[in-house]
């Protein structure tokens, strides 16, 4: 079966999509990355999607489902290098993303993904370390 590669980077799991996706690889990562989330207790995740060159509504949810199933696992989601056609047409299928968080490129993926979780050991949210 075809699967996404997910690399562990400290404690954040990157993934880098090189393949157009579709429906049942989709929901193969999504599942991936949720059992991977918890058995290394990743803090973060960072989708890296500059290999997409289209998006439909069913894979714009599913980053969605993936954040918001992230969140609930304690951690933090930024995809990066979004194409402008990509962000086009997410708009124009009046998709919204709720906990998405976008960056364009790896290296601000990353430093977003650390400023947020210094905000939330800030404000003494989120898992303790020790």
Not at 76 to 91: C, D, F, K, N, S
């Amino acid at each position: 079966m075809e699967r996404i590669p997910i690399l562990r980077l400290r404690d954040c799991l990157l993934v880098t999509i090189q393949v157009d996706m579709h429906d049942q690889l989709a929901l193969t990562l999504q599942d991936d990355l949720t059992e991977l989330i918890v058995r290394h207790q990743a803090r973060g995740v960072l989708i890296d999607i500059s290999a997409l060159e289209i998006v439909d509504s069913f894979i714009g949810r599913m980053l969605s489902n993936i954040a918001a199933m992230a969140r609930i696992l304690d951690a933090v989601t930024v995809v990066v290098g979004m194409r402008p056609a990509v962000a086009i047409t997410l708009v124009e299928l009046g998709l919204e993303m709720p906990g998405v968080r976008t960056a364009l490129n790896v290296d601000a993926g990353m430093r977003l993904i650390e400023r947020a979780l210094e905000e939330e050991r800030q404000a003494g949210h989120g898992r303790s370390k020790g």
